[in-house]
């Protein structure tokens, strides 16, 4: 068969490509026939649809030309769960000793994160093991328990808990420096959404270099912020401030862990210097709250 004179021919390749660019024309209403001759297959366009035909086909081109980056497969670290034992024995163990006033002392009075007490560093971290009500203590401890064990598979469970108590620690002290000085908070709540934003800056960093669309480049980073919405919010009694900076501060430290590839050092040495470092921290800063509160 022969084109018409009033025809442009767009194409001369085979059926199959012909077929292809036929239909990302036939998506874009763009008028055009296939027709096949001695040889090949012409796919072939009035004058006037001409321009946006090689613009349509064009960009199908390069899109399709653009190599689809294929995410390599972690290997799970082993002992995430001992990480979440000792994050479910630190809690319990805190619980116990202030429900029963251990030492005579108030304990929520003293570890618990007060703006009027800025210069007290440490309850930037003993507040993250301090719960007023069972009901509070068992959310948490189910929460972060999750989000630990994910966290320990990815770097490890002493680089994983290092990072979330971090994330968590820098939440609160930023959440002292801005709030008013009536401002009391406790919780491992913010420690959990640490956790939560540690997970999506890791997800998040390797997507945002690639050249996928936008959606899927900017999907981590939306379900993590869509979990912080659901979870994060709720009464008047609610530390939104600090959930908030602990899912920021955790994205910020998931996304540079992942840049600097740090899930791939497996070195048990590594994870043991972290973990024990994180535990001493914690019971240090218990130390000072217990000697200035008797």
Same mark, same amino acid.
């Given at each position: ?5 009033? *025809? ?20 874009? !209403? ?31 081109? =390069? ?19 001992? @990480?979440?034992?000792?994050?479910? $024995? ?15 002392? !108030?304990?929520?009075?003293?570890? =618990?994160? !007060? ?11 003993? $507040?993250?093991? +301090?719960?007023? !009500?069972?009901?509070? +203590? ?13 966290? /320990? ?17 820098? $939440? ?12 009391? =908070? ?8 640490? /956790? ?26 939306? $379900? ?14 609610? *530390?939104? +401030? ?9 994205? /910020?430290? @998931? ?23 994180? +535990? ?7 130390l000072l709250a217990i000697n200035h509160a008797t």
């Amino acid at each position: 068969m022969e084109t018409t004179p009033a *025809d442009i021919v767009v194409l001369h390749g085979s059926k199959q490509l012909c077929g292809e660019y036929s239909l990302v024309l036939e998506a874009r !209403d763009i008028e055009h026939v296939v027709r096949e001759i001695e040889g090949g297959w012409l796919l072939t366009v009035p004058p006037s649809m001409l321009q946006r035909a090689i613009e349509e086909i064009s960009r199908y081109t =390069a899109e399709r030309s653009i190599p689809r980056s294929i995410p390599q497969r972690i290997e799970p670290h082993s002992g995430a769960a001992l @990480g979440a034992i000792a994050y479910t $024995a630190i809690l319990l163990l805190i619980a116990y000793c202030a429900g029963s006033r251990m030492f005579g002392m !108030d304990w929520l009075s003293a570890g =618990a994160l !007060d703006a009027g007490a800025a210069r007290e560093w440490w309850r930037a971290f003993t $507040a993250l093991t +301090l719960h007023v !009500d069972q009901e509070h +203590l068992l959310g948490n401890l189910l929460f972060g328990v999750v989000v630990g064990i994910a966290a /320990g598979q990815l770097l490890g469970p002493g680089v994983g808990w290092a990072s979330i108590v971090g994330a968590a620690a820098l $939440a609160n002290t930023l959440e002292v420096l801005v709030s008013p000085a009536t401002h009391h =908070a406790v919780g491992a709540s913010t420690a959990v959404f640490a /956790g939560l934003g540690l997970l999506t800056g890791m997800a998040w960093q390797p997507r945002l270099s690639s050249r996928e669309r936008a959606w899927y480049r900017w999907a981590p980073l939306i $379900a993590g912020a869509s979990l912080l919405t659901l979870l994060g919010a709720g009464t008047e009694h609610v *530390d939104v +401030l600090g959930h908030g900076l602990g899912f920021l501060f955790g994205v /910020g430290i @998931g996304w540079v862990l992942a840049r600097a590839k740090i899930s791939r050092y497996r070195e048990p040495l590594v994870q043991m210097i972290a973990g024990i470092a994180t +535990l001493i921290l914690v019971g240090i800063a218990w130390l000072l709250a217990i000697n200035h509160a008797t």
